[in-house]
């Protein structure tokens, strides 16, 4: 089931998301400062493509205050959008049965999008 639900995700706006995750984050490693935040929009990126089937995993150094420091700033200058258009999406998927397991995985991916630092979708 997870197949058919990441393709057809796939078909109808995974791939752009997934990639436009991808292009910021090579973007923002463009400069030294922004290389740890390229990254973690490029590994969401990677998450977006194919969430059906995964979980989000917290590592065990998850709450150190250095990952705590980026989630912060992560939060402020790139998280707050993120967040709000996978919710606005996750409640659009919501009204009909058919979008429910879509809506599932916004909503899963609101939880990366918040705080990606310390965090993955396995």
Excluded at 21 to 44: A, D, E, M, N, R
Excluded at 48 to 76: H, Q, R, T
Aim: proline share 5%; charged share 10%.
């Amino acid at each position: 089931m997870s197949l058919i639900g990441n393709i057809i995700w796939l078909i109808f706006g995974g791939l752009l998301t997934g990639l436009g995750y991808i292009l910021g984050g090579l973007s923002l490693c463009l400069t030294i400062i922004g290389i740890p935040f390229g990254w973690q929009s490029i590994k969401l990126g990677f998450a977006v493509l194919a969430p059906f089937g995964k979980e989000v995993v917290e590592y065990p150094d998850a709450n150190s205050l250095l990952l705590l420091i980026f989630n912060v700033i992560w939060l402020l200058l790139f998280g707050w959008p993120l967040v709000l258009n996978h919710l606005f999406w996750a409640v659009i998927l919501a009204i009909t049965i058919v979008g429910i397991p879509f809506a599932k995985q916004h909503m899963k991916l609101i939880i990366l999008s918040l705080l990606p630092f310390g965090r993955d979708l396995r």
